[in-house]
């Protein structure tokens, strides 16, 4: 039926269908609602228009209407309409051009501005007339707020579904459904016994890396499932360990909400989504499929990956530990800025924090040497384990044998499930007709491989069943020994096949983090808070460059003038300081040698004679006898480190001393001639 809006100016443009479905399901399944778009082509005749001057859009179908960035058949309309080509846009609904207001209001411009009208099921309508602009801008409305209304009832039902914990989702490997829609184990137990060994070497090892080098180095897969829903085995890699590890369906907990949309969209117009945090799932339902771990060991895992993830500004984590020189590696904190500490191993090993320069552009706030810190902290933890029951060591060595067999088991199954596939290839191959090349051609090449495949793994499991049976076994009473050496931990703690990462995992046991704070140059504030919540409270005193660096620096000066003008020798001034809280420099004490130098310095000898006698009747040092011999001291030095000429020091003197004898010159004579190759003298000590 004709329509009055209908004019020669628009007769004399083409006419445009826009055809669109939301999804693909709904182009596949909605064919009726599909017929009636296409329908619109004897509309458009009944209009006015031949079919000559009628073009069909329907490059958006199986695309959603929320947004028009991804719809390029709406946006050819749109340049189409702004080029003056298109006397009047036809579609179903209003719904099918657009879903959203901005997107709406903009073509009712375009086409009022154009003379382009719009036209549906019930009607054709002017944009540019009051009255027409009014009834499409109310369908526009609506048809965004049915947008809305229609997901949020959707939603409300999913909801109200996966509150009762009956909603449908698919389950990952390890898990399936019966006819009935319950849930239970895979059947086979190489799926079973695989995923329950992800969690148990996890828990050991206490990172996704650790558990992928374990199941890499005895060439072991894990289950998957491919895009059709089978169990497929694939190797190993950090996202399927990680995704097997945070899937609360292992631990038999339906979880629903365990994601959320994001204001940002990618090109396609769906919306981004971003994980949440535990505390942030919507719908949790224990105990709805059977376990691979209990909810307790699950949420423990979860603690364990978040403090594992080392952005530490961000994330505010520990890190998993690593085998770095600084044993406090991702728990030390500054005690001025508040902000995480990171490591520099330039110059040696230093805690710095540099958070404040970084973001802020300031100075940088402290730097610090991790060694004397380091050393403070492990005392003060053997401190604290004194008391502990060694038994820990005997459970931590089960659990590792009880992972060793798991693992074995694995093995042991993987070579089982690979011989039987070996076996179903040849059974194929011996069943197809000779004739046909081409199948049996590819069933031949399926049946070499599987047999490969199966090679390698029952000689990777003979080399390793060969070299654990080689390997030493600790007997009874070697284990008993082992135990009681718990008082010698710090021992053990120096030996070298203690990895660094192993005393850094040991330390987390206890150790939450560390407050580093410098108070002096010579003084630092250690704050040690413990995972129970106490809190230690330590002093470091690292090295110094000089004696003034160290704030009793002057003070300590002051009284080794005053101790060494009573009379007192410089043993017994250092020890009535050391006694008294003073150190060195570069000691915890204060030696001889720094009470020698101050004193020397300031012109204050002890009984007004030098300390140490330059001439000795009868003995000769270095400088004298190389003057004798006409040659360097630094000739008869080299030779007393190289053993050539066999000396000890005085042990009064300090000093090398020769024997001032015609015989001891001539021997020294006939080793700078090369007569001789080796000589020896006797201490004074000796004579």
Known sequence: MRSDLVTGSHLCRRAVIYIRQSTPHQVMTNQESLRLQYALRQRANDLGWDDTNIDVVDADLGLSGSTAAHREGFKDVIARVTLGEIGIILSYEVTRLARNCSDWYPLLDLCGYRQCLIADRDGVYDPGSTNGRLLLGLKGTISEVELHTLRGRLTAGLRAKAERGELTLLLPAGLERDA????????????????????????????????????????????????????????????????ILRNPAYAGAFVYGRTKSCRTTYASGKLKTARCPMAEWKVVVKDRYPAYIDWDGFERIQAMLRDNHAEYQRNQTRGVPREGAAILQGITWCGRCGHKMSIQYKGGSRYVCNSLLNHQGKTLCQHLPADPIDAQVVAAFFAAIAPAEVEAWRRALNARQQTDEALDRAEEQQVERLRYQALLAERQYNRVDPDNRLIAAELERRWERALRELRQAEEALTTRRATKSKSAMLTPEEQNEFLALGPHLPELWQRPDVSRADKKQLLRTLLDKVVLH??????????????????????????????????????????????????????????????????????????????????????????????????????????????????????????????????????????????????????????????????????RANK
């Open 180 to 243: 009935n829609g319950v849930a239970s184990k895979d059947p086979s137990r190489e799926v079973q016994q695989r995923i329950s060994l992800v969690f148990t070497t996890f828990l050991e090892g206490g990172s996704v890396g650790k558990v992928i080098r374990s199941f890499r180095d005895r060439a072991l897969s894990i289950p998957r499932r491919d895009r059709f829903g089978d169990i497929a085995w694939r190797t190993p890699s950090a996202s399927m360990i990680s995704g």
């Open 518 to 683: 410098r108070i002096t140059r010579d003084r630092i504030a250690v704050r040690i808070v413990w995972c129970g919540g106490e809190i230690s409270e330590l002093e470091v005193e690292p090295r110094v460059h000089a004696l003034h660096a160290l704030t009793r620096g002057t003070e300590m000066q002051a009284r080794i003038l005053e101790l060494a003008r009573q009379g007192f020798d410089d043993a017994e001034i250092a020890n009535t300081l050391t006694q008294e809280g003073h150190r060195s420099p570069r000691r915890n004490y204060v030696p001889v040698r720094t009470v020698q130098i101050v004193r020397q310095r300031h012109r204050v000898l002890q009984d007004g004679v030098a300390t140490r006698a330059r001439h000795i009747a009868g003995w000769l040092p270095v400088t004298a006898m190389a003057k004798r011999l006409g040659v360097s001291s630094s000739w008869i030095k080299r030779r007393i480190r190289s053993g050539t000429i066999d000396i000890q020091r005085d042990p009064w003197d300090k000093r090398f001393l020769f024997p001032d004898t015609e015989a001891s010159i001539v021997a020294l004579r006939e080793l700078k001639t090369g007569a001789r190759d080796h000589l020896v003298f006797d201490p």
